[in-house]
């Protein structure tokens, strides 16, 4: 049973440039958060999707966008790209019934020149 | 708002030495509570989680009591090894929201 799988596995992009990072989540799980970690810091939330729609977001901009499939899998979108968006991100699923229960993929590496 | 702190690292220790890493959290209602570890180049796995007052989250030899008195979450090893080098994440979650991390300790074992 294959986890959390994210892809690309590194990035670089430059300033004002749009990416997209992809996830699938692990099998039998429903529900897909992202989330950005900084050098040296600890992970951040983005946002979380379950059936297909955005439900919960934390303290990103509207340049940071995503998206469910029916087979759910999710996209982070990121547009207008700043230096300061240069990190980790994260994709982590769980089963929408066990809310404690998530498991992270190895993450995207994005470098924004 | 929700947070949580945690000792700031790096902390090195010989093989088979005891690991202490505070962790502290503050929050409304009862939070669950988990540690994280990352090992270089790997995304975060759980490593143990508590959730309630009292309760104490074990895996691989690492223990954490969920202390709500103190608001504390310690991580303790009785003997580290070389392989547990990596960076540790405390994280607090609380019913309808997601996690909030620590900013991480990192632990460096050495032979």
């Known amino acids: 049973d294959a986890g959390v799988t994210q892809s690309p596995t590194h990035l670089i992009k430059t300033r004002g440039q749009q990416v997209t990072l992809r996830c699938s989540p692990k099998?039998?799980?429903?529900?897909v958060s992202w989330y950005q970690q900084a050098l040296g810091q600890g992970p951040q939330f983005i946002f979380q999707y379950y059936e297909e729609e955005e439900r919960q977001r934390g303290n990103f901009p509207d340049r940071f966008s995503g998206h469910q499939f029916p087979n759910y899998s999710s996209e982070l979108n990121v547009n207008a790209l700043l230096l300061g968006d240069s990190a980790l991100y994260l994709c982590?699923?769980?089963?929408?019934?066990?809310?404690?229960?998530?498991?992270f993929g190895p993450g995207t590496r994005l470098t924004v020149l | 708002g929700n947070s949580v702190t945690q000792m700031e690292g790096p902390v090195t220790l010989s093989e088979e030495a005891f690991l202490t890493i505070n962790c502290t959290y503050t929050a409304t209602g009862y939070p669950s509570l988990f540690w994280y570890v990352q090992y270089p180049g790997e995304g975060l796995q759980l490593l143990l989680k508590?959730?309630?007052?009292?309760d104490k989250g074990s895996n691989k030899g690492f223990e954490a009591t969920y202390r709500k008195e103190t608001t504390s979450f310690h991580l303790e090893k009785g003997s580290v090894q070389v392989s547990d080098s990596a960076v540790y994440f405390c994280a607090l979650k609380q019913a309808g929201t997601a996690l909030i991390f620590g900013k991480g300790t990192t632990l460096s074992v050495s032979s």
């Open positions: 099998s039998g799980h429903d529900t």
């Open positions: 508590a959730t309630k007052a009292d």
């Open positions: 982590a699923s769980r089963w929408g019934r066990l809310p404690d229960t998530q498991y």
